[in-house]
Each structure stands twice: as structure tokens, then as C-alpha cells.
């Protein structure tokens, strides 16, 4: 347990979280909803005892004592599993993970993550993050996606890269393999709702993304209720004759849940092999010849995290990454050219 004592500085915000959040060093790396989990634990103290309600009135000059309990072990456990790595400091971790992992434990993946493979690598050197010391996951890529991500291993890498995929400044490139092809003669993706096409034959695509309606598994585009989100698409080959299949590199500027595999399947144009949203609107195969019979068997959506850039968090040095086509996508798309 170590003690922290927060002065409220001149003219704070009118509530104790914020002006806690506002006021607690850099070094502390105690965000606004840690500090309201502490508040509600009891663990702040102010000029009249310990304050239990975020909200509480607060004036400047009035000293604040904050209990931070010692970072305890998850219970998730480190798993010894090969990771390729592509780059690694004393801050945070990139990982270029297989298609096939499961980024963080869920009910139905209780081990075999990337989580329990990072307890295990990294060891000692994981911060309590959140009060609990395990690496800090701010951003996910889909099991069956393979690519790049970064992990924070540090308190204070993990709310600078945090605050970079918030204010979408963090660079994601990915590459996919869909059908149909990108066209802004097509009249078809012209009056699709949401879309829109940028200098350089850019699809953009618009809309907000919350659960379906009646499947809680998928996503689902909507303009009425939802999160924001953008996703731009550029053709880099076209595939068949007539083209009924493409190489399109995907650029988010937001980062939804299945965001890339909804908004291609809104316009038409579903992964190859994406066994929830490819089917949708599929384009005919049968121009690709032989090729048809090794995309419709491909076994998980081709879709890779290509490239990731962002600015180190404590540094503050540009980083850059990028990660070849996997083997996988590879095959699918030599036999893809070889129509």
C-alpha cells in the first residue's frame, strides 16, 4: 500500500474525481476511472475523513490523501507460448499474432491467449496496471485476424497509447481478401447508404456499429443509435473475368468491434472466408475458374493487421511496424493471381 497526498489546484473542476484526475502527478498514472473505482473503495481521504462519493464538492488548496493498494497477481495464468515479437522495450510489446489466438481470456477461452502468453513472457517486468499486474490490452484484433498490436506493460504506456487509439492518431493499415470489387461507376455502392468515395478510388464507408438487433454475437451497421466509425478501403488488385474478387488494404480511422468485416459486408463486398458476415451480399465466384472451389474453402476470414504506427508514450519517438501477408493469404492469393 503506498500513500499519495493531491493538493486541488486553483479554480479545479467542480467534482472530486475530476479534479483528483486533474491534479494527481503524471508519474502517478492514475486515470479518472481508477481514481472513481478508489473513491468508491474508500480510499481517498479529504479535510473531513474519507469521501466515498465521486461527485463530492471540492476547493481549491484542500489536501487529498489517496491509499493505493499494492498491484496483486491476476488469476489468469501465465501459458509458455511462442510469440513473435517485433518489438519489445521496458514500456510495452508488439506482437505479431497468429490467426487462430484469442487476445484475452474469455468464457470460452479461458487459456491459450495472448495475455497468458505475455504473463509468462514478460513476468516481473508487468506494472500494476488497473491494480492488477497483468499487460495492458488497448486494442484487439479478432481471433481468426492475424497482425499486429500493441500491449502496454507499463501504467503510464498504457493510458498514452490508450489516449492515441481514443483520438484515432494510431496508424492501422490491414490487408484483406474480399469479393467484388471496388468500383465508383457502380451504382449499386453509390446508393448504398454510408458510402462515399475519396480522391484515389478511396471507398469510405460511414456509419455507427452496435449488436444486431436479434443475433448478440455481430455487429451491426445503423445510423440512429451506435458508436461512430469510418473505415476506407482502396482496391490494390482485382481478381477473375469479369473481376469478382480483390487485394483492397483497409485504413481505420476508428476501431470497432468487427468494424472492417461489417462495413465490407454493408457494401457488398464480404471477406473471403468470414464465416459471419462474408456471406452477405456475396459477389459471384464462378469468373474466378478454379480459383472459386480454394476461397470458398478458405478456413478463417482473410484478413490481416498489416501495419501499425504510433508514437512511443513515454518517448515520444514515431514507431512504425509492418507485418508481411501471412502464409495462409499468401496461397489463397498466388492461386487468386494465377487465374
Known amino acids: ?23 494527481v502527478p503524471e508519474d502517478a498514472s492514475l486515470s479518472r476511472s481508477r481514481l472513481a473505482r478508489l473513491i468508491a473503495e474508500g480510499a481517498v481521504s479529504g479535510p473531513g475523513g474519507v469521501v466515498r462519493d465521486g461527485k463530492a464538492r471540492v476547493a481549491a488548496g484542500q489536501d487529498y490523501h489517496i491509499a493505493i493498494p499494492q498491484a496483486q ?21 508488439v506482437i505479431d499474432k497468429p490467426a487462430g489466438m484469442v487476445v484475452h481470456p474469455a468464457p470460452g477461452s479461458p487459456n491459450g491467449t495472448l495475455v497468458n ?9 508487468l506494472s500494476g496496471i488497473g491494480g492488477e499486474r497483468r499487460p495492458g490490452i488497448v486494442h484487439r484484433i479478432d481471433k481468426d485476424t ?9 501504467d503510464r504506456a498504457h493510458h498514452g497509447l490508450a489516449a492515441q487509439f481514443e483520438a484515432h492518431t494510431a496508424q492501422r493499415r ?27 478510388a478511396v471507398l469510405k464507408i460511414t456509419s455507427r ?23 476506407r478501403a482502396r482496391m490494390l488488385e482485382s481478381f477473375g473475368k469479369p473481376p469478382s474478387a480483390m487485394l483492397v488494404e483497409c485504413r481505420l480511422e476508428t476501431g470497432r468491434t468487427h468494424q472492417i468485416r461489417v462495413h465490407m459486408a454493408h457494401a457488398g463486398l ?33 484478413l490481416h493487421a498489416a501495419h501499425l504506427g504510433f508514437d512511443h508514450p513515454v518517448t515520444g519517438r514515431a514507431l512504425s511496424f509492418d507485418s508481411p501477408i501471412p502464409d495462409d493469404m499468401q496461397g489463397l492469393l498466388d492461386i487468386l493471381r494465377a487465374i
Not at 502468453?117 to 517486468?125: F, K, S, V
Not at 492475424?146 to 507499463?154: C, E, I, M, Q
Open 146 to 154: 492475424s497482425g499486429l498490436l500493441v500491449v502496454a506493460k507499463s
Open 270 to 302: 464480404g471477406l473471403i472466408g468470414d464465416p459471419v458476415y462474408g456471406g452477405a451480399r456475396r459477389a459471384s465466384v464462378r469468373s474466378l475458374g478454379a480459383a472459386a472451389a480454394a476461397a470458398s474453402a478458405f478456413p478463417r476470414q482473410a
Open 117 to 125: 502468453a505475455l504473463l509468462a513472457h514478460c513476468g516481473d517486468t
Open 209 to 231: 456499429l452496435t449488436r444486431h438487433a436479434t443475433d448478440r454475437q455481430r455487429q451491426a451497421v445503423y445510423f440512429d443509435k451506435g458508436r461512430h466509425a469510418v473505415t
Open 174 to 200: 490491414y490487408l484483406a481478401l474480399a469479393h467484388g470489387v471496388i468500383d465508383g461507376a457502380d451504382p449499386r455502392l453509390r446508393g448504398t447508404p454510408g458510402i462515399s468515395f475519396e480522391d484515389g
Open 73 to 93: 497477481p491476476v488469476e489468469t495464468r501465465p501459458e509458455s507460448i511462442p510469440l513473435a515479437i517485433a518489438h519489445e522495450d521496458d514500456d510495452l510489446i
Open 1 to 23: 500500500m503506498s500513500n499519495l497526498v493531491v493538493t486541488i489546484p486553483a479554480n479545479p473542476p467542480d467534482r472530486l474525481d475530476k479534479a483528483l484526475a486533474l491534479a
